[in-house]
C-alpha cells in the first residue's frame, strides 16, 4: 500500500465457526518456517479425518499490546483452518467452535513483512468506534506463496469489544 493511502476499514461481526488449529510460542524470526510446517500438518490433519477447509487458513496472534505489537519476545499464536464438522483434537491439533467476534478489518495488499503499519490504523479505528481492543489479531492469506510479495493479500482482522456506556448518560 502506497503512503499516505488510506486504508479500507469496516466493521464486522464474524460467525462462529469450527475450526482445527495449531498452537505454539515462538520468536519472530521462525514463524515463517512454522507457518509452512504447519499449513502442511493441519492440511493432512483435516484429510486424515474425513473434514474439508470451510474458509480462509489464518494466523491468529494473542498476547498483542495496546498498539497491537507483540507483548513478550516469544509470540503466542495460533494457525487454523476453517473446518466443516468438529474432528478429534490431539495434544498436536485442537478441533473446536471458534465463538463469533467482533472486529474491524482491513485488506493489506504487499509483503508481510510491511503490514505493521495497518495494526496501528486498526486499532485508532477501534478507538473511533469506542471500543477496546481485546488483543488478539486474525491474519487470513487470500493469495498463496506463489504471488509476488508486493501482490501478497492479507485480511487483518483485530478483535474488540464495545466500551460500556455510562449509564448516566442517554
Not at 498483542?64 to 468438529?86: M, S, T, V, W
Not at 495434544?91 to 508481510?112: H, M, N, W
Amino acid at each position: 500500500m502506497k503512503r499516505g493511502m488510506t486504508m479500507q476499514i469496516e466493521k464486522i461481526t464474524k460467525p462462529a465457526q469450527i475450526i482445527v488449529s495449531m498452537s505454539t510460542q515462538i520468536s519472530h524470526e521462525h514463524i515463517p518456517n512454522y507457518i509452512g510446517t504447519a499449513f502442511v500438518d493441519l492440511m493432512g490433519y483435516i484429510q486424515k479425518n474425513g473434514a474439508e477447509l470451510a474458509g480462509t487458513p489464518f494466523i491468529s496472534y494473542l498476547n498483542l499490546n495496546e498498539q497491537g505489537q507483540a507483548k513478550d519476545e516469544l509470540l503466542a499464536l495460533e494457525i487454523g483452518f476453517p473446518i466443516n464438522q468438529e474432528i478429534p483434537s490431539t495434544e498436536k491439533f485442537q478441533s473446536y467452535t471458534l465463538p463469533s467476534y467482533q472486529a474491524v478489518r482491513t485488506l493489506y495488499i504487499g509483503d508481510y513483512d510491511d503490514l505493521a503499519d495497518s495494526y496501528q490504523e486498526l486499532i485508532d479505528a477501534i478507538k473511533h468506534e469506542n471500543g477496546v481492543f481485546t488483543f488478539r489479531s486474525y491474519e487470513y492469506f487470500l493469495t498463496d506463496a506463489s504471488a509476488p510479495l508486493e501482490d501478497q493479500e492479507t485480511m487483518i482482522e483485530l478483535t474488540y469489544r464495545p466500551k460500556r456506556k455510562d449509564l448516566l448518560t442517554s
